[in-house]
């Protein structure tokens, strides 16, 4: 079976544009959450997703968007980029059922803004 | 907001030492869990623990939950190079969010 998958692996826009990532999980996951993940820290939270309605929302401003496809899929959109926004983004899946709360985490897509 | 906190940020160990890490909670949780990442990887789940005082042993690698359920720790026997990465705890509060921990960057010296 494959693993979480990502895509794009790397990124490079520049300040202002906006910024598509895509996720595919585990097959049968149906929660997808995605995490931004700054140099020397931990993972932060920023949304996540089960059958296709949000969870939860972290605490990251409006310029964040994401949203889950019927096939599970999803996509994590960053309008207006800020050199800030410079992070590995990681999906992770999970069934959320049958007692396995845990999640698997993709590869994730390594944006860089300049 | 929940937060989660790590200690220690980094440690340096010689090959053979132990090696303990500690997670604590501002909030109270349903349940714990743990991730290496490795340099350059992703975070791998290692465990999760539920239950108020729950040990839990891989090979060299045992994990404990608080009585309060708000504090764990993982501790390694005899550490050896692929030990090397960085630990997350991640607390799970009962809305299922994850709340990561800043990691603790473990190197091993041979």
């Known amino acids: 079976d494959a693993g979480v998958t990502q895509s794009p692996t790397h990124l490079i826009k520049t300040r202002g544009q906006q910024v598509t990532l895509r996720c595919s999980p585990i097959?049968?996951?149906?929660?997808v959450s995605w995490y931004q993940q700054v140099l020397g820290q931990g993972p932060q939270f920023i949304f996540q997703?089960?059958?296709?309605?949000?969870?939860g929302r972290g605490n990251f401003p409006d310029r964040f968007s994401a949203r889950q496809f019927p096939n599970y899929s999803s996509e994590l959109n960053v309008n207006a980029l800020l050199l800030g926004d410079s992070a590995l983004y990681l999906c992770?899946?999970?069934?959320?059922?049958?007692?396995?709360?845990?999640?698997?985490f993709g590869q994730g897509t390594r944006l860089t803004v300049v | 907001g929940q937060q989660v906190m790590q200690i220690p940020q980094y440690q340096h160990v010689q090959e053979g030492e132990d090696f303990t890490t500690y997670c604590n909670s501002s909030?109270?949780?349903?349940?714990i869990q743990w991730y290496k990442q490795r340099p350059g990887g992703h975070p791998v789940f290692l465990i999760q623990?539920?239950?108020?005082?729950e040990v839990k042993k891989q090979k060299r690698l045992t994990f404990q939950f608080g009585e309060a359920k708000k504090n764990s720790s993982l501790h390694i026997t005899a550490t050896q190079t692929t030990d090397v990465g960085t630990y997350f705890c991640?607390?799970?509060?009962?809305?299922?969010?994850?709340?990561f921990g800043p990691g603790t960057r473990l190197s091993v010296l041979p």
């Open positions: 097959s049968g996951h149906k929660s």
């Open positions: 623990l539920v239950k108020s005082g």
């Open positions: 991640a607390g799970v509060n009962y809305g299922q969010n994850f709340v």
């Open positions: 992770a899946s999970s069934l959320l059922t049958g007692g396995k709360p845990e999640a698997f």
């Open positions: 909030t109270t949780l349903s349940n």
């Open positions: 997703y089960y059958e296709k309605e949000e969870r």
